[in-house]
């Protein structure tokens, strides 16, 4: 019953938690004429979409807008909805602990909701990124006090998020997706729900190892840049390599070589956190995951090694680091989005604040944020204001940048992310201070 729903398009897609993931789902899902309920505990985001306005930067709202009204999407804060949902993903956030701990209440509560909800021929799909076995032997567990079994009477499946925001070539529809089900009979209902509106769909045997996939993707790339910051750090000490021009040459192999750069740290909802959900759970089978602890160790120092290297060009350039003026570029955490989660750039900010002098920011994506309780807006960047710094640091290299204005204009800039071309007033990340 539930594959002719799906087949016909007559299958209710229920959402639960829409920001960076669930909203450009539900655009895409409803694209393909199936009808969305989104369901949030933030009433505020619920009235933005029934409005159609999109707080998402890859969701315009003026698609939102469109679907609103042709009543293909809407959005609740009541869970009841669910029990008229066909099909459920949970794209709730998965964050840790202040002791980077997993911390799956967001996901547990979903689970409780639909568990009151939950009638036969439903298909849940856990979206939100957690350790292996989350599947197994959390959400089924509670979804069965139902008295309901799954593969019989409902199913269940992992099926990991790989978007990546801002990314223009790759989005919902053409990223290839790993489902795996609690059951075979749940992976092959998952997979031909997918069908329906992605390109590629990859089965595995089971939750667990879809929920170890997604984890070694991130593990990888956290691995990886932990391993270029290393290098940027030792070519620092060295003074006279320069990490970049090393990355370009080792890019030119064309086999066995995949380059990644260094920065300021790791940031977003992903790379910087993931990685601890499975050193938590390796522990419990007596293992120790030490490329994740290292990698984080080195990551982690990233912010500090930047504001270190802030002060010694100020000190180095005849400038008082304790009553210089510091004018950070970039916030977000990567470029052309206006995420902060775990932004390394607003350690950097905190760090100056409280060991240099005044520290300001601009970032054309993020016009005002709290940081330390205090909100505070990023300043206009003209030829007058860039010249009341002391220096510039380039955290994020957003599109919007005009560098030949920045380098132009700034009195001594430290360029974290190799944005702009070298120049006597420009000390890049990676490069040493021997001239
Ligand atoms: N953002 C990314 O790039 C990305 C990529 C891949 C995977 N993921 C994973 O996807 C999951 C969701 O991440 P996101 O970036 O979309 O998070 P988000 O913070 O942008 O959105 C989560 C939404 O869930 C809502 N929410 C929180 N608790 C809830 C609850 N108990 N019930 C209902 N709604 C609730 C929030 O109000 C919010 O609107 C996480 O596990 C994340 O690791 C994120």
């Given amino acids: ?17 829409l920001g960076y993931v669930g909203l450009p789902i539900a655009i895409e899902i ?53 029990r008229s949902c066909d099909v459920i993903l949970i794209c709730v956030p998965t964050p840790v602990t202040a002791n980077k701990e997993p911390d799956l209440l967001p996901v547990i509560q ?20 957690t350790y292996p076995e989350t599947t197994d032997k959390v959400l089924l567990p509670i979804l069965e006090e139902s008295g309901l079994k ?11 998020e790989r978007i990546d925001p801002g990314n223009k070539r790759y989005g919902v529809i053409n990223t290839p997706v790993v489902i795996g089900g609690v059951t075979r009979h749940c992976t092959r209902i998952a997979a031909f729900f997918y069908k329906h509106f992605v390109d590629s769909v ?29 290098f940027a750090q030792l070519c620092e000490r060295m003074g006279n390599i320069n990490i970049w021009e090393v990355i370009e040459a080792a890019s030119t192999k064309p086999f066995g070589f995949m380059p990644f750069v260094p920065g300021p740290g790791v940031g977003g909802h992903c790379i910087p956190i993931d990685p601890y959900y499975l050193s938590w759970k390796a522990r419990e089978y007596d293992f120790h995951t030490v490329f994740i602890e290292l990698s984080a160790r080195i990551n982690e120092e990233m912010p500090y090694f930047v504001v270190n290297k802030t002060i010694e060009v100020l000190s180095q350039s005849g400038v008082c680091p304790n009553k210089s003026k510091v004018l950070l570029l970039g916030m977000a955490f990567k470029r ?48 007058k204001t860039i010249r009341m710094y002391d220096i510039v640091v ?32 420009v000390f890049k990340l990676g490069q040493g201070m021997k001239r």
């Fill in 110 to 129: 979903s689970t409780k909701w639909i568990r009151h909800h939950l009638r036969r021929d439903q298909l849940i799909i856990m979206k939100s990124t």
């Fill in 202 to 230: 990859h089965a595995v045997s089971s939750a667990r190892a879809a929920e170890m996939s997604k984890i070694l993707e991130n593990t990888f790339r956290n691995v990886n840049i932990a391993l270029v910051n290393e």
């Fill in 150 to 160: 799954v593969g019989k009477d409902f199913f269940l499946a992992f099926c990991p």
């Fill in 394 to 425: 380039i955290l994020t290299d957003h599109s919007k940048y005009d560098y030949n204005f920045i380098t132009k204009n700034a009195r001594l800039i430290v360029d974290t992310r190799n944005a702009i071309k070298d120049g006597p007033r």
């Fill in 336 to 383: 052309d989005i206006s995420d902060l989660r775990a932004s390394p750039a607003m350690k950097i900010y905190e760090i100056i604040k409280q060991r240099v002098g005044m520290v300001d920011y601009h970032d054309p994506h993020v016009p005002q944020l709290v940081i330390g309780g205090r909100r505070v807006r990023s300043i206009e960047l003209n030829k």
């Fill in 1 to 17: 019953m539930l594959k002719d729903l799906i087949k016909n398009k007559k299958a209710k897609i229920g959402i639960i938690g």
């Fill in 30 to 82: 409803a694209a393909k004429g199936f009808k969305v309920i989104g369901i949030d505990i933030d009433g505020e985001r619920v009235k933005q979409i029934n409005r159609g306005s999109s707080f998402i930067s890859d969701v315009e709202s003026a698609t939102l807008r469109k679907y609103v009204r042709d009543g293909m999407i809407s959005a609740t804060t009541s869970p009841a909805q669910l």
